[in-house]
């Protein structure tokens, strides 16, 4: 599921020192998220209008170096737990080869505001990823 995303990194994304603050790495893990599920070919469309979603229920972020207004940012997103309700990705922010940031963000699948297990498409999507 390796999928990059990336962008500039934006005037407004940084303090007065020009550095990234803190909350948008989640923020890119977000946009990063997305992008993965269309290249996995994970139907949310379809799921969405039977009202299966996912959550975030957990984040944590591992900071290396400093991402900078002026670089630019890309995100891997690999899967490292699948679960029965929950899956856990791993986001890994770079500018260039210098790793700044890893994002690992929780998911559970949910409809009608409870927890249910993954929908058989999304783990063929995963599998196949």
């Known amino acids: 599921m390796p999928q990059v995303w990336s962008s500039p990194v934006r005037y407004v994304e940084c303090d007065q020192q020009g550095i990234v603050f803190n909350a948008h790495y989640l923020v890119w893990a977000d946009e990063a998220v997305n992008i993965s599920w269309i290249s996995c070919g994970v139907p949310w469309d379809e799921l969405n209008a039977r009202g299966i979603k996912y959550l975030v229920v957990a984040s944590s972020l591992q900071w290396r170096s400093s991402a900078r207004w002026g ?59």
Do not use: K, M, Q
Request: charged share 30%; proline share 3%.
């Open 71 to 129: 670089d630019t940012v890309e995100l891997d997103a690999d899967l490292e737990a699948l679960g029965r309700t929950s899956l856990t990705l791993r986001f890994v922010v770079r500018v260039g080869e210098r790793v700044c940031c890893e994002v690992r963000t929780t998911y559970v699948c949910t409809a009608d505001g409870a927890s249910i297990p993954w929908p058989e498409e999304v783990r063929a999507a995963l599998d196949a990823a």
